[in-house]
């Protein structure tokens, strides 16, 4: 499976998808999220972050760029969105090979640090409602959570 795309017509579909990822996310998983302003980044990691059984509220980190949760395994939430050099090594490695789970929204902003493996997720707008979510999984263990998404 090279990739997998997925209409939602709601936020709460979008949530319920991330919400899934959330439930199977296994220790040292790394999903990045790319899409414009507004897209569902956010909503996305949220609906993800209560899968995983993080009680606090999620929200986007604008002026830290990592965040960690408490949840089933951890979270690490980060948004590089305001990261001004992308090679500058801010320490992204120890989440990436930590325990938790890390999302990364803008995630190509420090592409050249990201891990070989990953889930690559694209929100695309289509409409105030529609989001088209194309899942990108690197990796013998991301194909593995898309199949068990899609079942
Ligand atoms: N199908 C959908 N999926 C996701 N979000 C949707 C959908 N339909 C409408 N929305 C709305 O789009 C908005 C997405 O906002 P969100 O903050 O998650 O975007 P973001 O990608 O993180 O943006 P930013 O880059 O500005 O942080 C929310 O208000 C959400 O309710
Ligand atoms: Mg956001």
Redesign the pocket.
Request: charge should be negative.
């Given at each position: 499976m090279n990739l997998m795309e997925i209409i939602?017509?709601?936020?709460?579909?979008?949530?319920a998808l991330a919400y899934k990822i959330g439930e199977l996310a296994q220790p040292g998983m790394v999903i990045t999220?790319e899409?414009?302003?507004?897209?569902?980044?956010?909503?996305?990691?949220?609906g993800l972050a209560k899968g995983l059984g993080v009680t606090r509220n999620v929200n986007?980190p604008t002026f830290t760029i990592i965040k960690e949760y408490k949840g089933r395994l951890p979270l690490y939430h980060m948004?590089v969105?305001r990261v001004e050099d992308g090679d500058e090594d801010l320490g992204f490695d120890d989440y990436f090979e930590g325990e938790g789970v890390t999302v990364v929204?803008?995630a190509h902003l420090i592409a050249d640090q990201l891990p070989s493996e990953l889930l690559g997720i694209e929100?695309l707008?289509l409409d105030?409602?529609?989001?088209k979510?194309t899942l990108k999984p690197q990796g013998d263990m991301y194909v593995e959570l898309c199949k068990e998404i899609s079942k």
């Open positions: 939602t017509y709601s936020p709460e579909e979008t949530s999220l899409g414009d302003l507004g897209a569902g980044k956010t909503l996305f990691t949220k986007s948004d969105y929204e803008w929100i707008y105030e409602h529609k989001r979510l």
